[in-house]
């Protein structure tokens, strides 16, 4: 199953022609070249893949694990659903 | 009042992709209107239009691609050719000491558009998070201060068609006056979004298009015209102190030597005579010369049956029987109305037909109108026209009417 972290980068290489090799949940989105403003709109495609709805306020996001982080929690609330995947590959629960 | 000086020419047009290219498809009227390639056009009346091939992909980095409405991209362009141009280095220039001004009708229209579309037409909600950056009319203007790091006035002119005639105008004072070193001028319009080329449509004042010839549809002048063509471009110069153009070695294309305005006051959209020729008046005072030093004009010459007649009476009123002396050339029979551009390429336009002491033709006029008998260069360009002045005119919807008087450049 492709994880979080996955998906975001796959749209950072498609919208921003970022390259891949290069994204770490460590990245910071500033030095990708999406500062504050950049992260609304990269929150925006957000909402359509992964078919959640932001909160009106806006969320402090530095890295790339930051956003995942938070699509993750907005995920399992909003879907009732635990996360497929998160940064790490491996099911969250042994048992699942 | 000091000299100014242009040093520097961007253009991104129908006509080319750099003033030079511009210039040379004027000079052989060769037309940049043709049948619009979109997906739309089957739901237009007339699907004409002068459009650009412009692949934006080739000037900017995908990130901030993704901020730049059309218009913005295309004026953006054009500045960056008219400062390389100038090979001004604005690190010499003292803060807040260069401004940019800016014309734009429409703004950020396919940007405006893509929202309305998305509310209305998908009955969705999900409005893109840069549709107020990218659609606001400043937007233009923004980005070439941000691009450049021109930290002095940055203004915009939204007086549609005569929006950067207006702009070059008010940069012309500015410099005049001593307040500025340097600015950039001109106008940048994106017009060719769905929904503008509909209202456009619903005013009755577009082409129709010439059935054998659609690259013809706009006929300046002539009896049959029947309207205008919208056109999508950019077109920006660099204005400076003379003694400053002088002193660094620049290139000089050429002079503004005025600047005037009127206001018709009377009607949105119909010219009047005495409002057009005030604005024309308004420019030979401030520039302090008289009818009799002007030696061409590019008209305002839309290809509206109203323009058209309503501009030739008032260059009638100003210059009297020299009226039929002098070389008069609309360009926008090749360009078409570039609307807050327009006025910014024909500056420069004119600026270099008169370089190259040439008249500019008004291309497709084969049917003299007897409210139209002036000389309008008809279909042919006219080499060994040694202008050393000209006017340039753009009458506005809204009844703004801006008139530059342009100098050939050398030592007066």
Redesign the interface.
Known sequence: MTTTFERIVSMLVK???LNADALTPDSALDEL??DS??V??LM?NVE?EFKITLPPEAARLATVGDVVHYIDGLVAAQHGVPVPGGLIKAPLSPAA | MKRVAVTGVGVVSPLGASAAEAYRSAYRGRSGIGLLDAPFAHRLLSPLAAALRFNAEDHFDPPKLRMLDRVSQFALVAASQALDEAAINLRDVDSGRAGVFVGTAMGGSHTVDDGYKTLYGDDSDRLKPFSVLMGMYNAPAAWISIEHGIDGPNLTYSTACSSSTVAIGEAWLRIASGGLDIAIAGGAEAPLSFGSLKAWEALHTLAVADACAPWASCKPFSKNRRGMVLGEGAAMLVLEPWERAVARGAFIHGEILGYGLSTDAGHITRPSVAGQAAAIRAALASATLNPSAIDAINAHGTGTLANDATETAAIKAVFGERAYRIPISATKALHGHLLGAAGALECVLSLLAMQHAVALPTMHLQTPDPECDLDYVANCARDGVPARTMLSSSFAFGGTNAVLVLGAGASR
């Open positions: 919208d921003y022609q070249g999406i403003l950049g609304a709109e925006f359509d």
